[in-house]
Nanobody
Framework: VQLQASGGGRVQAGGSLRLSCAAT????????MAWYRQAPGKQRALVAR???????????SYGDSVKGRFTISRDNAEKMVYLQMDSLKPEDTAVYYC?????????????WGKGTQVTVSS
């Protein structure tokens, strides 16, 4: 099982980016999925999490609220999770990682994607 994230890049403040993450391999089911981010010099922190019924939760990262600016969604048939990021701020600059709990022939495990860089310039 692998998670492959894409969609990062460089954007000016106020702009938008959409991150995508695909779960591949022999997969029976994908349970919760989430996006984390790690800014330079900071620990990795949860940004948003979504259950397989589509219930989403957003958390404050480093004291900055992303609710209202970021939207997490998923496509269960394609085993994908997305993060639509609008009204981006320079403090959103970080490496973004996708995460998922996957049931596969080896059991129920957590997996991480390799991360995609998001840079927001002022």
């Amino acid at each position: 099982v692998q998670l492959q994230a894409s969609g990062g890049g460089r954007v000016q403040a106020g702009g938008s980016l959409r991150l995508s993450c695909a779960a591949t391999g022999i997969i029976f089911s994908v349970n919760d999925m989430a996006w984390y981010r790690q800014a330079p010099g900071k620990q990795r922190a949860l940004v948003a999490r979504i259950s397989n019924d589509g219930t989403a939760n957003y958390v404050d990262s480093y004291g900055d609220s992303v609710k209202g600016r970021f939207t997490i969604s998923r496509d269960n048939a394609e085993k994908m999770v997305y993060l639509q990021m609008d009204s981006l701020k320079p403090e959103d600059t970080a490496v973004y990682y996708c995460w998922a709990v996957v049931t596969s022939p080896v059991g129920v495990r957590e997996y991480w994607g390799k991360g995609t860089q998001v840079t927001v310039s002022s």
